[in-house]
């Protein structure tokens, strides 16, 4: 006979109480939650101090590289001694792309030339560079798992 059995047996009616208060108990475990997790992104090879770097983070391919309506977060940061760092934080583990921009001019937009070739600093992680267009969120994607991700992403002009 179980011990709990032989315990409770002495008490009438004291089963069900112990049951009825260690129910919520049990029943109320919660989903193990995922750990946050952060990207850190360090931006160099910035041609000046001009401006203001542009960083974008997407979860999903719709809408990468450009479209600031689609991403995940959107951060501005000054640019020192040719760098920036764009840090996003409270993130759930997962795979993310950063996009980043030098927008010299602070109009907040890309420049670009007659032809649709930007004239101004761009870049985004895994250093991905598109062929005639934009580079692919599966090409620039990174696993973010918990704690802190550090990428390099070098600016291209």
Same mark, same amino acid.
């Given at each position: 006979?179980?011990?709990?059995?032989?315990?409770?047996?002495?008490?009438?009616?004291?089963?069900? @109480?112990?049951?009825? @208060?260690?129910?919520?108990?049990?029943?109320?475990?919660?989903?193990?939650?995922?750990?946050?997790? =952060?990207?850190?992104? $360090?931006?160099?090879?910035?041609?000046?101090?001009?401006?203001?770097?542009?960083?974008?983070?997407?979860?999903?391919?719709? #809408?990468?590289?450009?479209?600031?309506?689609?991403?995940? =977060?959107?951060?501005?940061?000054?640019?020192?001694?040719?760098?920036?760092?764009? *840090?996003?934080?409270?993130?759930?583990? #997962?795979?993310?792309?950063?996009?980043?921009?030098?927008?010299?001019?602070?109009?907040?937009?890309?420049? *670009?030339?007659?032809? #649709?070739?930007?004239? $101004?600093?761009?870049?985004?992680?895994?250093?991905?560079? #598109?062929?005639?267009?934009?580079?692919?969120?599966?090409?620039?994607?990174?696993?973010?798992?918990?704690? *802190?991700?550090?990428?390099?992403?070098?600016?291209?002009?």
């Amino acid at each position: 006979m179980p011990l709990h059995y032989r315990f409770f047996r002495n008490f009438p009616g004291s089963a069900s @109480v112990f049951i009825l @208060v260690m129910s919520p108990i049990f029943s109320a475990r919660a989903e193990p939650q995922k750990s946050a997790a =952060a990207i850190d992104a $360090e931006i160099y090879g910035l041609k000046n101090d001009d401006g203001k770097v542009g960083c974008l983070l997407f979860a999903q391919a719709e #809408g990468f590289p450009s479209k600031s309506k689609k991403a995940k =977060a959107q951060l501005w940061v000054k640019v020192q001694q040719n760098k920036a760092r764009c *840090t996003f934080e409270g993130l759930v583990p #997962g795979w993310y792309a950063v996009a980043v921009l030098h927008d010299a001019n602070n109009n907040a937009k890309m420049d *670009t030339n007659f032809v #649709g070739i930007p004239s $101004e600093g761009y870049g985004a992680s895994n250093d991905v560079k #598109g062929f005639m267009g934009p580079p692919k969120f599966a090409d620039a994607k990174i696993e973010v798992s918990e704690g *802190t991700k550090k990428v390099r992403i070098k600016m291209n002009y």
